[in-house]
């Protein structure tokens, strides 16, 4: 059974430019959750969703962040426009939801912007 | 004060030590608990999942809860090189509506040396 599915592995950009992350999860997850990993800060929650509806959208950090989940399959983190420190790795997480709360994670999205 | 505290590392064992690794919380409504393994550019991946007090063996690796002193441990038994990571300890206080949401500790860097 596959895991959880990000792309790109890596993206490049210069400031100002858009940048889309994308993620499929495990098949039948009812939870999917958007991370930030930096050194200096660790793991950040960004905003998660369940059923596909936004829930918490409290740790986007501004309003160049933007998330959607048009169906159960899918998820796309968008930036615009990107700065430098937007530099990070972007995980996907998904979990089962009803009664088991563990986090499955995907390879990750390492983002530069120059 | 942040709600999830784990000791950064690194933390050097030589081959075959036993490895102990350590989180402390405040919040008192956490009740799931969870361990994570990360390698150097890859997503974190789930070891140990715990529900309220108690112990949990899976092979070589035993999580323990104490909720009274609200702390939690990883041990790793007959250490090998390949367990040489960051280990992230992760907790919530349930698996609905908000409560799913993961807290995670910084994270702490073990090395095994062979």
């Known amino acids: 059974d596959a895991g959880v599915i990000q792309s790109p592995r890596h993206e490049v950009t210069e400031m100002g430019q858009e940048v889309t992350l994308r993620c499929k999860p495990i098949?039948?997850?009812?939870?999917l959750f958007w991370y930030r990993q930096t050194m200096m800060r660790g793991l950040e929650l960004l905003i998660y969703f369940n059923n596909n509806v936004p829930i918490d959208d409290s740790g986007m950090p501004e309003d160049r962040f933007s998330a959607k989940m048009p169906n159960a399959s899918f998820s796309t983190l968008k930036i615009q426009p990107s700065e430098p420190r937007d530099s990070a790795v972007y995980f996907c997480?998904?979990?089962?939801?009803?009664?088991?709360?563990?986090?499955?994670f995907g390879p990750g999205t390492r983002l530069t912007v120059t | 004060q942040k709600e999830v505290e784990q000791d950064p590392g690194p933390l050097s064992v030589p081959e075959g030590a036993i490895v102990s690794l350590n989180c402390t919380y405040s919040?008192?409504?956490?009740?799931?608990f969870m361990w994570y393994r990360q390698y150097s550019r890859k997503g974190p991946e789930l070891l140990m999942y715990t529900y309220s007090s108690g112990n949990k063996e899976d092979g070589r690796f035993t999580a323990q809860v104490d909720k009274s002193s609200k702390y939690i441990s990883l041990f790793i038994r007959d250490s090998q090189p390949s367990d040489s990571a960051t280990y992230l300890c992760?907790?919530?206080?349930?698996?609905?509506?908000?409560?799913?949401?993961?807290?995670f500790g910084t994270g702490t860097l073990l090395a095994v040396q062979p």
């Open positions: 919040n008192s409504a956490f009740q799931y």
């Open positions: 992760a907790m919530s206080e349930g698996y609905g509506g908000a409560t799913n949401k993961l807290i």
């Open positions: 098949s039948g997850h009812d939870y």
């Open positions: 997480a998904s979990s089962p939801g009803r009664d088991r709360g563990e986090q499955y």
